[in-house]
């Protein structure tokens, strides 16, 4: 069981309870993006097992009629077996999504995935347009030029900060220049994109941002947030008419996420605690 101050961050262990919780957000007009926890499996068998968790999760949603797709985590479906697997596995759920007329988000993870991990993206999204997203991170040094080379695929782009500590030498390290290098990306892809933009972040800056770009270049967009963090903003948005989409992690695999939600902010210190001790 998932103790009360965890089920803030995660949606529950099981499908049907991550179901409830999409019929909760989306009665708040807020559609979900489901992620079943797990990542870094080196065991073929693992990868499959989550591949076809994600294929009976897309059925799922279909049957159920919800506002509500899958992100998925490269390494949690073959990448770190072999390029060739990950990549297997990835069109297949984007197939399954396509014959749904559903959506798949791709995570990005560590900066020695982003290769193989754009690779994907680029071809599939060329055989399946507008079933399959990828997120890009803007800590990174190489994204704008990863923007130009994606900008006209057929698939969204989602755009966040970056959370992987990466050296020096591929990533901007002050959280100003990450910011500076946030917003040259949004207005990028504003300026360049009729849709298919999604904003990433919780930061107020961003999303004002997003709102001015979007009216200047009459851009389709979404704005992104995790379950748990800034829920009131959420619903807000929701209410003035944005599109607005909340990552909401489900599975029994919820004590590593939980704690690294915890880390980020001092706000959530205290819920861990009462967590530790039970109140
Ligand atoms: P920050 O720079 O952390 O904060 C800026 C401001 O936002 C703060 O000053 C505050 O005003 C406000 N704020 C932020 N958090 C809170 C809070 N808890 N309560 C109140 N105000 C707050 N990273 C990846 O590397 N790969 C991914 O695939 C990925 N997917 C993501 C998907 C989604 C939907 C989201 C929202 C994030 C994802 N991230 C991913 C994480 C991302 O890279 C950032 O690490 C994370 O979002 C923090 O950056 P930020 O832009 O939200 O704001």
Redesign the pocket.
């Known amino acids: 069981m998932i103790p009360p101050i965890a089920r803030r961050f995660v949606a529950g262990e099981s499908v049907p309870e991550a179901l409830d919780h999409v019929r909760a957000r989306n009665a708040d007009g807020v559609a979900v993006?489901l992620n079943l926890l797990g990542e870094h499996y080196d065991d073929p068998g693992n990868a499959r097992a989550d591949v076809d968790a994600y294929l009976a999760l897309l059925d799922d949603i279909a049957d159920s009629g919800l506002d509500a797709c899958v992100?998925v985590k490269p390494s949690q479906i073959g990448l770190d077996v072999s390029a060739d697997l990950f990549e297997e596995h990835y069109r297949e759920i984007v197939a399954r999504a396509h014959e749904h007329d559903a959506f798949v988000w791709y995570?990005?993870?560590n900066a020695d995935t982003t290769d193989a991990t754009l690779d994907a993206f680029e071809s599939i999204a060329a055989d399946y347009p507008w079933s399959v997203g990828q997120?890009l991170?803007s800590n990174l040094k190489r994204t704008r030029e990863d923007l130009e080379r994606l900008v006209d695929v057929p698939g969204k782009i989602?755009l966040?900060?970056?959370?992987?500590d990466e050296p020096a030498a591929i990533a901007y390290k002050k959280?100003s220049r990450v910011?500076e290098a946030?917003r040259e990306d949004l207005a990028f892809l504003f300026e360049r994109r009729e849709r298919g933009v999604a904003v990433?972040?919780?930061?107020?800056?961003?999303i004002a941002l997003s709102d001015r770009l979007a009216r200047e270049h009459g851009t389709a967009y979404e704005v992104?947030?995790?379950m748990g963090?800034?829920e009131d903003a959420q619903r807000d948005l929701a209410t003035q008419g944005v599109d607005v989409?909340q990552?909401a992690p489900y599975g029994d695999k919820w004590i590593s996420y939980f704690y690294r939600r915890v880390r980020?902010?001092r706000?959530?210190l205290t819920f861990a605690v009462r967590a530790v001790f039970g109140r």
Do not use: F, T
């Open positions: 993006m992100s995570d990005m993870e997120c991170q989602r966040v900060k970056g959370a992987y959280r910011d946030y990433g972040s919780h930061d107020p800056a961003m992104q947030m995790l963090v800034r989409s990552y980020e902010r706000e959530n």
